[in-house]
């Protein structure tokens, strides 16, 4: 934990994922090591091993606490209103391609459908409709966040190729 008491730790390479990146980030009193893909769940404890080796020298021979795997939702989802239902973040696809960004959108989008919900079903007096919701919060997002996740997307198509265009897209970054 001292090395990484003031510090997080980004990893690109076909070793620690294909698509994103691999990161030690701090906890209160641990690290969490993950990696980030698109990949099954079958890859990606490939990918989970290689940044594991790649980090283990800062990591040590630390007790491991939990290992989880999930393929991250970068794809907003075709059917993201259905009758009553509504998604948002992750479950609706909104993390962003090339960042991997999600927490932001999670919150964003709740907001959204929230007040979508509350502005068509004029404070809770009557149901809300399918199209209501298709138009209050899936235009609405769409109009807010389609151009950024597009360009995203863009991104990732031209930098993500080889682990020369991430380097040089971590580079752009920075």
């Known amino acids: 934990m001292q090395h990484y ?4 730790e980004m990893y690109i390479g076909d070793d620690v994922s294909p698509d994103f990146y691999a990161w030690v980030f701090p906890k209160c009193d641990h690290v ?3 990696t980030g893909t698109i990949s099954s769940k079958h890859q990606i404890k490939k990918y989970q091993t290689g940044i594991r080796r790649r ?4 990591i040590g021979e630390g007790e491991v606490i939990k290992v989880e795997a999930h393929p991250i939702p970068e794809h907003p989802r075709a059917r993201r209103v259905v009758g009553r239902v509504a998604l948002v973040g992750d479950a609706a696809g909104y993390v962003t391609k090339c960042s991997g960004e999600g927490i932001y ?3 964003k989008s709740g907001r959204v459908c929230g007040e979508a919900v509350v502005k068509a079903s004029e404070g809770g007096e009557r149901m809300v409709k399918e199209e209501e919701m298709k138009e209050g919060y899936l235009r609405k997002w769409d109009e807010e966040f389609g151009m950024m ?6 991104l990732e198509s031209v930098f993500y190729k080889s682990n020369w265009g991430r380097e040089a897209l971590v580079e752009m970054c920075g």
């Open 105 to 107: 959108f999670a919150a």
């Open 55 to 58: 980090a283990n020298e800062k």
């Open 149 to 154: 996740f597009r360009f995203m997307g863009m």
């Open 5 to 8: 008491s003031d510090l997080a």
């Open 32 to 34: 969490a090591v993950g």
